[in-house]
C-alpha cells in the first residue's frame, strides 16, 4: 500500500523542504521506494535533492494543468535514491490558471493515479501558504505531516491549520488525517522551546513525534551539495535525526496496519 505524505506548514522557514528531502532519502535508506514531489515554486525539494531547476524540459506544473503525465515528467535523484515531480518557478503561475480549470482540487490526484503504486511512500513538499498547491496537496494526501519550530506563535498558525485540514476532510478528502507534528531546529537550551514543546504535547500527545531534528547546521549546508543531508553526511546529528524519524514513521505505520 501506497502511503501519501503531505509535508505542510503555512509558514516558510519552519523546515518542510529539509524534512521533505531527509526523509524521503531515509526512507530509502529503510529499504523504501518514495516519489517525493516538490510543490513549492521556489524548486527547493529538487534542486535539494541534486537536480537543476533552471534545465527541466517540464514540471509538476505541466503535469497539473494536463499538459504532461507524470510518468514522462520524474526524475531519478541520484543523490536521494528516490524519484523526483519537480518544481521551477513555472509553478507560481498554476495558482491562477487551476482557478479556471475543472477538477482544480484533485488534479494531482489524477495525476499522481498511474504510478503511485510503484512507490512505498509519495511525499508532498507543500508550498509556505494554504493556497491551491497545498489543498491540491492535502486532497491526495493519507496523513499530514507538520514540521514547526517551538515559538511563540507556533501554536497559533497551527490552529488555522488544523482547521484547513477539518475543511479539506468535509469537503475533498474524507481520509485525511494528522500523522504528527514534528519538532524542527530545537534547541533544549532554549526555555520558550521547552515550553511550546510541553504545550504541544498537552494539545496533541502522540501526534508528537518522540524524535526531535535538532538545529544543525549540516543540515543547512547539504542543499549547495545537491543532495539530502542524510546521505551527504550520514554521521551528523542533524541526519541521524531523519533517520530516526523515518524510522518512527514506518514503525508508526506498521501499528496502523496492525490496528
Ligand atoms: P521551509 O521549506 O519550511 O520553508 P526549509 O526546510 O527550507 O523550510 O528550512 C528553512 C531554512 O532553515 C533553510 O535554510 C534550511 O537549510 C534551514 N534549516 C532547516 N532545518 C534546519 C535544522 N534542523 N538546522 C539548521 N538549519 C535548518
Ligand atoms: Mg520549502
Known sequence: MTRVLAITNQKGGVGKTTTSVNLAAGLVRAGKRVLLVDLDPQGNATMGSGIDKRALNTSVYQVLLGLCTAQTTRLRSEAGGYDVLPANRDLAGAEVELVQLEH???RLKSALLPIAAEYDFVILDCP??????????????????IPMQCEYYA???????????????????PKLEIEGLLRTMYDPRNTLALQVSAQLQTHFGAKVYTTVIPRNV????????GAPAVNFDQACKGSQAYIALASELLSRCQLQAAA
Open 104 to 106: 482544480r482540487e484533485t
Open 128 to 145: 509556505p501558504s494554504l493556497n491551491m498547491l497545498t489543498v491540491n496537496g492535502l486532497a491526495v494526501a493519507d496523513a499530514v505531516m
Open 218 to 225: 549540516r543540515l543547512a549546508e547539504a542543499p549547495s551539495y
Open 155 to 173: 501554536l497559533e498558525g497551527l490552529s488555522d491549520l488544523v482547521n484547513t485540514i477539518k475543511k479539506i476532510r468535509q469537503h475533498l478528502n
